[in-house]
């Protein structure tokens, strides 16, 4: 493995262990026993090692995201997407984590984010125009509230991680995943077809 993917990956295990701000370049050239100059040789400051991880990651998730066949069940592709979100914050659960804090000092990874944001947007938007499109979905019984449920969807995903950490107190228990949760908001707008889908995909335990 070349010296640049090392950094990467150690780098990856410290932010998730300690948090972005607590580990320094010279750490990370501790733990991986090279030269602080020849960490700054692959990454010269934290900025450019963020940027590196954070293409990482787009290309890990983007790959799922873009998986979509377009003749293929919308509910399961959505559903595929979802469980590899779970592993995907497992993988890089600091950024989730950080994500306020990354994006307020280091403005290149911001502007990545924002664009990537976009992409996300439009992405989730094609989900739910396939689930109208498939008979799965009810008509809105207002106007915007499937956008509005898109933009929950998205806060989801993105703060997952963080709301666990700030609300320890909630009982969290087998079923209480990232798939879950978005599902149980989706429930109340499938129509009997949408309802028969999302049952073969058994996810619910009271229909097993």
Same mark, same amino acid.
């Given at each position: 493995m070349k010296t640049k993917q090392k950094i990467i990956l150690r780098a990856i295990a410290a932010y998730n262990a300690q948090g972005v701000t607590n580990v320094t370049s010279r750490d990370l050239a501790?733990?991986?026993?090279?030269?602080? @100059?020849?960490?700054e040789y692959h990454f010269k400051n934290k900025e450019e090692?963020?940027?590196a991880i954070y293409k990482q990651m787009r290309k890990d998730i983007s790959e799922v995201y873009e998986e979509q066949d377009i003749d293929g069940d919308p509910f399961m592709h959505f559903n595929d997407l979802l469980m590899n979100l779970e592993s995907f914050h497992d993988k890089y659960s600091f950024f989730n984590l950080d994500v306020l804090e990354i994006s307020r000092?280091?403005?290149?990874?911001?502007?990545?984010?924002?664009k990537t944001f976009q992409i996300r947007r439009e992405q989730m938007a094609l989900f739910f125009r396939r689930f109208m499109d498939y008979g799965y979905f009810k008509s809105e019984l207002k106007e915007g509230i499937y956008m509005r449920l898109q933009h929950t969807i998205r806060i989801i995903i993105t703060f997952w991680k963080s709301q666990k950490e700030?609300?320890?107190?909630?009982?969290?228990?087998a079923?209480?995943?990232?798939?879950?949760?978005?599902?149980?908001?989706?429930?109340?707008?499938?129509?009997?077809? @949408?309802?028969?889908?999302?049952?073969?995909?058994?996810?619910?335990?009271?229909?097993?």
């Open positions: 501790d733990s991986l026993g090279i030269s602080h @100059g020849n960490l090692l963020l940027i000092n280091f403005k290149k990874v911001d502007n990545l984010l924002k700030v609300l320890p107190y909630s009982a969290f228990t079923n209480s995943t990232l798939t879950t949760y978005i599902w149980d908001l989706l429930l109340p707008h499938m129509t009997p077809i @949408g309802l028969s889908a999302y049952r073969e995909l058994n996810l619910d335990p009271t229909q097993k």
